[in-house]
């Protein structure tokens, strides 16, 4: 690959006139790893995103960056050989980054990234008490896009979409761990997203529903409110000629 024996050539040239903390010879390092996590060559991508940072640790700098989003990529990296533990550790000190020095426009996909993985790790672990966290962090970066979009353009279909769906996802982790209060403000705004985004005689619209309806029943809340969507629900299923099982 003449790709990978050029930034090889140039690291070992960089390594022999330049000092260890010199910042150009992290360029080719990171290029290289670059190279190598594209090409699905993970094993190979690792030595060199490690590479980067212990350069950058020369200088005790861990706050740079340039070893922030090494970290980033080795997370990735073991993530995708399935190494979830050590994937874990560089993932949520990138998040922890992220969050403290307020970087989540300028990286936004990187950290949406991050927080997709994490909440994918934490929910196949069932550690309901570890995504909860990590799903607030992206309803509140969609809902900072889209308050962002709102003054300027419409925001996108598909964002609210996702919005909605994270929305729903943090909801249902506060109800599966007894949190029904918590939840049901959550259910309210699904339901208030999905009436406008797929209309009143929708079955997603219905879904909505019942998933409100679920959670204001188990808290007991106002008799009148809980047969108004039962009622509500109903309709949209006889509309949409779908089988009643609610009675």
């Given at each position: 690959?003449?790709?990978e024996n050029l930034f090889l050539e140039t690291i070992e040239i960089y390594h022999k006139i330049l000092n260890q903390d010199d910042i150009r010879i992290l360029d080719p390092k990171f290029e290289l790893a670059e190279l190598y996590f594209n090409n699905k060559e993970y094993d190979k991508a690792i030595p060199f995103y490690n590479s980067v940072r212990i350069n950058v640790n020369i200088k005790n700098n861990q706050?740079?960056?340039i070893y922030q989003l090494a970290g980033y990529k080795l997370g990735i990296t073991y993530n995708q050989l399935k190494d979830y533990d050590k994937a874990e550790v560089y993932l949520i000190t990138f998040r922890n980054y992220i969050k403290t020095n307020d970087l989540s426009t300028k990286y936004y996909i990187e950290y949406k990234d991050v927080l997709g993985?994490?909440?994918a790790l934490y929910h196949k672990r069932n550690d309901f008490a570890k995504a909860i966290p990590i799903v607030?962090?992206?309803v509140e970066l969609y809902e900072m896009f889209i308050q962002d979009w709102e003054l300027y353009y419409q925001p996108s279909e598909k964002k609210?979409?996702?919005y909605a769906f994270y929305l729903n996802f943090l909801a249902l982790d506060y109800k599966l761990i007894g949190e029904n209060k918590k939840a049901e403000p959550l259910y309210e705004k699904v339901k208030d997203i999905t009436l406008k985004e797929y209309g009143s005689n929708s079955m997603e619209?219905?879904?909505?529903?019942?998933d409100l309806y679920s959670v204001k029943s188990s808290l007991r809340k106002?008799?009148?409110?809980?047969k108004t969507l039962l009622e509500e629900i109903k309709r949209i299923y006889e509309v949409n000629n779908v089988d009643n099982e609610l009675d």
């Open positions: 690959n003449s790709a706050d740079s960056i993985k994490l909440s607030t962090d992206l609210i979409k996702h619209y219905a879904d909505a529903l019942y106002d008799e009148k409110d809980i």
